[in-house]
């Protein structure tokens, strides 16, 4: 048997190849068969988050699970193989056991210690073990890594100065205008991302919270939790035009916010600057969005050095 794990990070892709290689939470399963009907795949598992797109897999000793799983995201994702190998990285065997380890327990992230990561593997195997997508070696291999990832958080102090991209978002908009106090904010996306951004924004003291998600039951409950006001998601476009700060972190595969609508909506504002901070993988927000006059976009990529900036201030 044969164990590897290959994938992709903040470290070796920028966002625009990341978002290409993305798997959303409703289509995971058909990829997972998928990935299990590649020649000699045994069983598969699939981790994608805003800055990694990671496969694991084991094989039969005669396989070669290396060509499997490039061959698998090529066509899965639609994409030509040779532009996403260069980004690659593959461990096997103990290798692959240990990336897992720290992956699960934040080591490996772009903040380290930050607690989304082990909820997110979690899912990623959940979502796997439902599949009959694992039942064997890497099944034993990631629950172990979960007990790992306890162990290093109840053990050490790993967490303790921990911030999320969350509150990197949040930070970026302060260092923006200095204080948040009076600024108009709209949050579009009510997922744990969005939902510890709202919280974030509410302790900075901005003026008012705006929600919209596709689903307005979870917009009404994360409005209520910061005394936010529910926008309708068909028609959130008429609120940009209000607002200072818009931070996108929506499940959506495509863009949801167009050069457009942007310029739309900054002329309504008789181009008072509005900051655009898009957490969101694939991308929420139009990059070209950025050569709009006054309009100034920020994407996960530029937080990792808001987190630089974070970790350094505290050495």
Known sequence: MKLLLTGLNHRTAPVEVRE????????????????????????????????????????????????????????????????????????????????????????????????????????????????????????????????????????????????????????????????????????VGAGKMAESAARHLKRAGVSEILVTNRTRERAETLAAEVNGRVIDYEFFHDALPQVDILIASSGASHHIVTWEEMRAAIGKRRNRPMFLIDIAVPRNIEPSVNELDNVFLYDIDDLAKVVDSNVRGRV
């Open 20 to 187: 290409r290689l993305a798997f959303d939470e409703k289509t995971l399963p058909q990829a997972l068969d998928q990935l299990k009907q590649r020649p000699g795949v045994l069983e598969g598992m699939i981790l994608s988050t805003c800055n990694r797109v990671e496969v694991a897999v084991t094989a039969d000793e005669q396989a070669d699970p290396e060509a499997a799983v490039e061959g698998f995201l090529s066509d899965s994702r639609s994409v030509q193989r040779d532009w996403v190998t260069p980004h690659l990285y593959r461990y096997g065997g103990p290798e692959a056991v240990r990336h897992l380890f720290r992956v699960a327990s934040s080591l490996d992230s772009m903040i380290v210690g930050e607690p989304q990561i082990l909820g997110q593997l979690k899912s990623a195997y959940s979502v796997a073990k439902e599949c009959g997508a694992i039942s064997g070696d890497l099944d034993l291999v990631v629950t172990k890594a979960f007990n790992v990832a306890k162990r290093v958080r109840s053990e050490t102090d790993i967490g303790e100065s921990a911030v999320s991209v969350s509150y990197a978002a949040v930070e970026l908009a302060r260092e923006i205008f200095g204080s948040l106090k009076g600024q108009s904010v709209l949050v």
